[in-house]
């Protein structure tokens, strides 16, 4: 990747409200954050923060299916989180959630013709791919960290997930 490339991704997130970037391609590997976390529960006054590269940023993208429940100190609960809190929270105590890695669209199939990787009552396995979330025209594969039933599945196909966000109860 060149300056140049850098370059046009920082201007369009800076004008995109998106608060968390990553882009794989090939070996190259790179994440941005913009704002504290606070940032994402309430909107800062003072107009957009610096974006900031994070220290080990190739650890984290290789990970991140691995690293997402990890976050369980994470960000503040986004708007679309507090309202799905009710109907989840009784659910994340009887099973493993598997959250968002990133910000995207949910698809449930690789194409709008194919069946769902996975439905309610499906029996999955450890790296098992169950969703796709689009980024910026870069589909990435969600697979599951654990073997187990599919109990819930929080997200309609199509819609915008946040990072962080429960997509499935695993059990």
Known sequence: MNPDDLKQILAALTNAD?????????????????????????????????FAAPSAPAPQLADAPASAPATTAGPAPTATEAAAAPTSAPAASKGTPVKAPIVG???????????????????????????????????????????????????????????????????
């Open 18 to 50: 998106v608060r968390e970037f990553a882009l794989r391609t090939g070996s190259f590997d790179l994440q941005l954050k913009r704002g504290p976390q606070a940032a994402l529960a309430a909107p800062a006054a003072s107009g957009p923060a610096p």
């Open 105 to 171: 669209t949910f698809y449930s199939a690789s194409s709008p013709d194919a069946p769902a990787y996975v439905k309610v009552g499906d029996t999955v396995s450890a790296g098992q791919v169950l969703c796709i979330i689009e980024a910026m025209k870069l589909m990435n594969e969600i697979e599951a960290e654990t073997g187990g039933v599919v109990r819930e599945i929080l997200v309609k196909n199509a819609e915008p997930v946040e990072y962080g966000q429960t997509l499935f109860i695993i059990e």
